[in-house]
């Protein structure tokens, strides 16, 4: 065949570069499909509410657990609260161990789907650090639905 | 006035770096000699005053001096002692302060151990050292000194405590190890810039390169391992491994460290891969800098913790700029004038080895992908998103059993070329019977069949029967086996001390992932449960008083089959001063398996408490494999030849002289 190199090694060498070419495709390709996959989105709960967040997708919510919203079951692990930016408020219900920083007031993160009644299951609570620190994602939710009500009002 | 003496001792500090810097590496361009000689005295110099401001700060921390801004942020006068000196590097300052005394230890390692260097080499590699050592000591200078004062209206009465999670043996050890292998590199790292400079790129730089470059990965690999079985039993959920960006930062720099201990090797049997294994080398290192940012700026929790003092997340990515960048222009200019002579073909121990460097790089480059995708959508306010556990995990399980793989072929074939066929031959049976045990282990012990357990034992046992097989090889032909075992070279135990290591740490990720039993539960006083085959009882839960918190201590009786095995005692402990609740686990370790019980929180409706309860199998084969691991890389580091080649190389270059002058 003419459009093959004439020299063996050269063949050799076409080809260990060709395998190597559909090697890198192959894993961009797998890697892609992997990222897609699992990239979590993060949403508030004004923006939960207003309905932008899909349902049985697992995402991100953020805020601050709603004082004297905590509520634990007296049979079982179950745990419901409200996750609000001060604006909405998001009912949330988790089953198990809560984090050691986990109270009412405290800003937290939460990993989970929504359910079609509108609360959100939460499969991972997070809330790191101490007792003054705010998760990033959870301060900027309560910090844009408070610049929504000062508009609002306007 | 002693923080003074530790500030100064910093500035002073800096002066001599400036001076190892720049005047050795003019030196060695231009052939001055006094030039090239002040490297090893500036680096004394440096590492003396480094020693000071240390010390400065460790006092600081144990007379309770709240005057400094960074002492009374960290510290509490009711934190024991070993926590108060561990302090010192529990957050940005210190670990910076830290990081630069690491690296004047390193620097003075280099200066005492290269006696048998040619000066002009020393003195570049000495030199590079010292501008590093200019970025982190400017970057603690101008922007996070540790020594900075509060106001003396202003000073604390007490300081506010270290964070309770820092307190304890795991993270007093686990900051100075993972340092000790990241600033190892730089080694590495210098070695290698420095043969560009030098245009020497031969067998003698990489053998001078492996076993610093060893020793910086078997603190890596300790420091990591440290950090992971810290994680196990003091965040109180029995995870020993998240793909936390954290976690991530410090992984990056060891799998490219390991490549690069491949390629070293490559490079100095056979004089081939070299420009590679330069830029490994700086890869290792530029990762080991943007781990050691990653973590310590504040970016990971935030993009914006980096514009809330944009004159550090300036520096830093100038820093970052000029290492990696000067390094990789240096690079494109110098190495193609670097020839790599060594021939191979197509199935040979070289082409192997390139496979494995290929694989550990595709696995870099992904986690890198995964840790830095949303931290740049981020930053360009594309939306706030994170990357989840399963997108590591489907890239990094089919990319190590490939690996895994190979470590069983790799080391059976010959350097150049060989025999196609009767060296796929002899793979078959050692395939055979590691499917086969691996399949029978699980189906026997388990009672099921899930294929990723039965892939991740088979692979463990493959690796392992290859080495047999190897070994076996090796000793056919000769008359006294043991005498023949004795005389393999230190390089072949060490390889396979590591690979074992590597073994076994792939059965505890695989068995550990497979058959944990896991329960969170609801335990009112008296109540039993039972778990994998153990009964647990909750006794009930007492309160106890520490020197900086109070506890409620939970103790939980074990039995099996009606048999008391242990009593546990998880602990709840609310530290005072950062008014924090804390949850130390109570672990019943063993080889084959872990018991792990931690209380969570007191319920309504009585005494109960929620207790979370683990059955962990095989889970201390993962830091058993790091262990072993680290003994292989121990054993590589001390190898009788670079000290032989030490005198060898000292001897010839004294004869020279002593030619030079007849």
């Known amino acids: ?154 | 006035m002693i923080p003074e003496i530790g500030h100064f001792a910093l500035i002073l500090a800096l002066c001599l770096a400036l001076v190892q810097g720049t005047f050795p590496i003019i030196g060695a361009h231009k052939g001055i000699i006094g030039w090239m000689e002040l490297a090893r005295r500036a680096a004394l110099g440096q590492f003396v005053f480094m020693a000071i401001a240390f010390i400065a700060l460790t006092h600081a921390f144990i007379v309770n001096d709240f005057s400094l801004v960074y002492v009374a942020n960290n510290s509490n006068t009711a934190l024991p002692l070993q926590y108060r000196i561990s302090a010192v590097w529990g957050a940005h300052e210190g670990s910076l302060l830290l990081w630069g005394f690491i690296l004047s230890i390193w620097t003075i390692a280099v200066a005492i151990f290269s006696r048998s260097l040619p000066l002009d080499t020393v003195a570049r590699v000495i030199s590079v050292m010292g501008l590093i050592s200019i970025g982190f000591i400017l970057f603690m200078l101008l922007t996070s000194n540790p020594f900075d004062r509060i106001p003396l209206e202003r000073i604390p009465v007490d300081g506010r405590d270290l964070n309770p999670l820092l307190q304890d043996i795991g993270l007093v050890m686990h900051p100075p190890m993972l340092y000790m292998g990241y600033v190892g590199f730089s080694v590495a790292f210098a070695f290698a810039v420095a043969a560009l400079l030098g245009g020497k790129l031969d067998a003698t730089w990489a053998r001078w390169s492996r076993p610093w470059t060893a020793i910086a990965w078997v603190f890596l690999t300790i420091g990591i391992a440290l950090g992971s079985w810290w994680a196990y039993y003091e965040l109180g959920w029995g995870g020993w491994w998240f793909w936390d960006p954290v976690e991530n930062a410090s992984f990056m720099p060891w799998i490219v460290g390991t490549a690069l201990m491949h390629s070293l090797a490559v490079a100095e049997k056979r004089n081939a891969f070299k420009s590679w294994t330069v830029l490994l080398a700086i890869f290792a290192f530029s990762l080991s800098l943007l781990g050691t940012f990653l973590v310590r700026s504040g970016v990971l929790t935030s993009v914006h913790a980096f514009a809330t003092d944009p004159a550090r997340g300036v520096f830093i990515l100038l820093f970052l700029g000029v290492v990696i960048g000067g390094s990789l222009s240096l690079y494109a200019w110098r190495a193609p004038t670097i020839k790599s002579v060594g021939e191979f073909k197509l199935l040979s121990r070289e082409t192997l080895l390139l496979c494995n460097n290929v694989l550990l790089i595709v696995v870099t480059a992904t986690i890198l992908l995964g840790t830095l995708y949303p931290l740049l959508l981020d930053a360009l306010g594309l939306g706030k998103i994170s990357v989840g556990p399963p997108y590591f995990n489907s890239v990094f399980v089919p990319i190590t059993t490939l690996l895994a793989i190979l470590m069983g072929i790799g080391p059976l074939a010959r350097w150049k070329s060989n025999d196609p066929d009767k060296f796929k031959k002899q793979f078959y049976i050692p395939a055979l019977i590691s499917i086969i045990l691996g399949s029978a282990f699980v189906a026997l012990v388990y009672g099921d069949f899930p294929l990723l357990a039965v892939l991740g034992v088979t692979l463990a046992i493959w690796i392992v029967a290859t080495i047999i097989l190897d070994l076996k090889n090796k000793l056919t032909h000769r008359q006294n086996k043991l005498v023949a075992l004795t005389s393999l070279p230190r390089s072949y135990y060490s390889m396979t001390v590591a690979h074992i290591g590597i073994a076994v740490f792939i059965v505890g990720i695989t068995l550990t992932s497979h058959y944990s039993v896991e329960r969170d539960v609801r335990m009112s006083q008296g109540k039993s449960l039972s778990l994998a085959g153990y009964d647990f009882k909750f006794v009930g839960v007492d309160k106890q008083r520490g020197p900086n918190y109070e506890s409620h201590i939970g103790v939980v009786q074990v039995s099996k089959q009606g048999e008391h095995i242990v009593t546990m005692h998880p602990e709840k402990r609310y530290y005072i001063v950062q008014q924090n609740p804390m949850t130390e686990a109570a672990i019943d370790a063993g080889l084959f398996r872990d018991i792990y019980v931690s209380l969570g929180e007191p319920l309504p409706g009585g005494e109960a408490w929620a207790v979370r309860l683990y059955y962990k199998p095989f889970i201390r084969w993962i830091w058993l494999g790091a262990i072993i691991m680290s003994i292989g890389g121990l054993l590589a580091a001390t190898d009788k030849r670079y000290r032989v080649l030490l005198k060898r190389t000292a001897r010839n270059s004294a004869d020279n002289t002593a030619a030079a002058k007849a």
Do not use: W
């Not at chain 1, 003419?2 to 395998?19: D, E, Y």
């Not at chain 1, 559909?22 to 797998?30: E, K, L, N, S, W």
């Not at chain 1, 991972?124 to 610049?147: F, G, S, W």
């Open chain 1, 1 to 154: 065949m003419p459009i093959l190199p004439k020299h063996a090694h050269r063949r050799k060498k076409l080809g260990l570069i060709l395998l190597m070419i559909t090697g890198v495709g192959v894993a961009v390709g797998m890697v892609t499909m992997a990222l897609k996959e699992n990239i979590n989105l993060f949403f508030s709960p004004s923006q939960v509410l207003a309905g932008e967040a899909p349902i049985n997708h697992t995402f991100r919510i953020g805020g601050m657990v709603r004082t004297g919203s905590v509520k634990r079951s007296d049979k079982s692990l179950d745990v419901n609260f409200d996750v609000t930016d001060t604006a909405k408020n998001l009912p949330v219900v988790y089953t198990g161990i809560l984090p050691d920083l986990f109270r009412e007031g405290q800003g937290i993160v939460a990993m989970g789907k929504l359910r079609d009644d509108g609360v959100f299951v939460a499969s991972e609570v997070l809330a790191k650090h101490d007792e003054t620190y705010m998760p990033p994602e959870a301060a900027e939710a309560i910090k844009n639905a408070q610049k929504m009500q000062a508009t609002l009002k306007e």
